[in-house]
């Protein structure tokens, strides 16, 4: 499917691997001139190979200033940004009820402040160009899940609130902004990998008991979903949490 993308700027957050490496490469197939992103600067220069005309901005985006360095790099490069998905995340941490200060804002840092850092730098260039926002979130973040860990399920549900919260003001300046719910999704060296390789017969049990089409997602899914909300052809779609688990949540 053609989504209309072609020479439109996007800056991909977390993008060095996994579902951000497979939502960069998307984009970039569809015509984007694409932004990679990562603190690790040996990986980004790996990843710029396989996409030609890519700009590598390295930095941490849970730091605000960070955040705004990014973007000064990607509008040196190319002037202006349509489109911004926010992918930095991670769900590890602490047992369920182990919580301390350090860790709630470790965590937070990591799954709330740099969406939300980045949306900040990011805004005026993305009024101008009237742009799209994606943030990638976790189904933790819609219902108790069990095992995850508190902190990284409360962060993703402020994730989540704020994605509905914040779109109609960005919306009042021609901006879109949804985030997507993600379930299990399976790649080489994502949590899911570790455990399937501990523990395989119960982490099949899981799937098939939980998960109504009995499969993991993948980082290509994500991706295709990602392309297709920040297209023309979701015009009409903002402030949406986009569930995309292969049907485990009931909410």
């Known amino acids: 499917m053609d989504f209309e993308l072609g020479g439109k700027v996007a800056l991909v957050t977390g993008s060095s691997r996994g579902i951000g490496r497979a939502i960069a490469e ?3 197939s569809e015509g984007c001139k694409v932004c990679i992103n990562s603190r690790n600067r040996d990986d ?3 990843v710029a190979k396989t996409m030609p005309g890519s700009v590598i901005t390295q930095g941490d985006v849970s730091c605000p200033q960070e955040a705004q360095n990014i ?5 040196a490069s190319f002037g202006r940004i349509d489109i911004l998905v926010c992918n930095v995340g991670s769900g590890s941490s602490i047992k369920p009820g182990e919580e301390d200060h350090e860790e709630w804002k470790r965590v937070f840092a990591i799954n709330l402040w ?17 742009g799209s926002i994606v943030c ?3 189904i933790c973040g819609l219902e108790v899940v069990a095992g995850a860990p508190v902190t990284y399920s409360v962060a993703k549900a402020a994730l989540n609130a704020y994605v509905r919260g914040i779109a109609r003001p960005l919306g009042r300046k021609g901006m879109r902004i949804n985030a997507i719910a993600l379930g299990n999704i399976l790649f080489e060296g994502s949590v899911w ?6 523990d395989t017969n119960t982490v099949k049990l899981m799937i098939e008991r939980d998960v109504a089409l009995n ?18 052809r979701s015009s009409f779609a903002t402030g949406g949490v986009w569930t995309l688990d292969g049907g485990q949540v009931h909410s």
Do not use: C, D, M
């Open 26 to 28: 998307t984009l970039h």
């Open 44 to 46: 980004l220069f790996k």
């Open 71 to 75: 973007v000064k790099k990607v509008l």
């Open 114 to 130: 740099s969406t939300t850092n980045i949306v900040e730098a990011a805004g005026v260039a993305l009024e101008e160009s009237k």
């Open 136 to 138: 990638i979130s976790s």
């Open 193 to 198: 990998s570790r455990k399937l390789a501990n």
């Open 215 to 232: 499969q993991f997602g993948t980082p290509q899914n994500a991706a295709e979903l990602v392309a297709y909300l920040v297209s023309p």
